[in-house]
């Protein structure tokens, strides 16, 4: 099970990016999809989440309202769409599956791809 990231890159403060997490012999359909990021020199945060089961979606504090998680109908791809982007977004993100029907913020990733790197420059 391979999860790759994409759609990373530097852009301005404002700006917009969509992050893509294509799956491979794996399907959205019975894991609950995440993205975290860890920015240098910081510890790695969880930013949203979406469970397999009730589609529900979850933020952090720092990303609500500008972010927005989504699957495709295949459920082979995740998204994130990054929206009104700041500086302190600039990290590596990371997509994870977990096996849980329903987000469980307190469960261990199954999956995890090896990253993007999202700049935001003032």
């Known amino acids: 099970v391979q999860l790759v990231e994409s759609g990373g890159g530097l852009v301005q403060a404002g700006d917009s990016l969509r992050l893509s997490c294509e799956a491979s012999e794996l399907t959205f359909d019975h894991y609950s999809l995440a993205w975290f990021r860890q920015a240098p020199g910081k510890e790695r945060e969880w930013v949203a989440a979406?469970?397999?089961?009730?589609?529900?979606?979850y933020y952090s504090n720092s990303v609500k309202g500008r972010f927005s998680i989504s699957r495709d109908g295949a459920k082979t791809t995740g998204y994130l769409q990054m929206n009104n982007l700041e500086p302190e977004d600039t990290a590596f993100y990371y997509c994870?599956?977990?096996?849980?029907?329903?987000?469980?913020?307190?469960?261990?990733?199954?999956?995890w791809g090896k990253g993007t790197l999202v700049t935001v420059s003032t």
């Open positions: 994870a599956a977990q096996g849980s029907l329903i987000w469980d913020p307190y469960g261990d990733m199954t999956y």
């Open positions: 979406l469970s397999w089961r009730t589609s529900g979606t």
